[in-house]
């Protein structure tokens, strides 16, 4: 048995609704579902268009609080037009940075929550 790869990733968030706004109209993901999950809770997850991978966002870990997640890395193919997009929009991000591993911008979401934004570099 091998691992096959992340499927979901839980995003802690104290509103759902405010955070699946901020995902949805800012970032641009699409929501892929929204349904009751129980008493007081909702599943809502979303994902970038056409990929893979998707976020959830969650209010039920002790263990995660919201603004708990950091770090990960969302890709982009022109990280100078989409940081004057999020830009205009009013999101604050940092000034775009280089590293061996791509060009770079952090930005959080409403609850604190420390995403990278990253423009993989070109392999010859």
Known sequence: MALLGFEIL?????DPQRAKAFYRDV????L???EPMGPGM????L???GQPVTIALVTWFDAMPPGA???VMINTDDIDAEHAR???LGLQL???GSQPWGRYAMLQDPDGNGWVLRQPPVTP
């Open 42 to 45: 909702t599943w809502i997850q």
């Open 32 to 34: 892929i579902r929204e």
């Open 86 to 88: 999020l830009s205009a």
């Open 10 to 14: 839980s995003v802690p968030v104290r």
């Open 47 to 49: 994902a970038p268009a």
């Open 27 to 30: 970032l641009g993901f699409e």
């Open 69 to 71: 997640l950091q770090g």
């Open 94 to 96: 940092s000034e775009i």
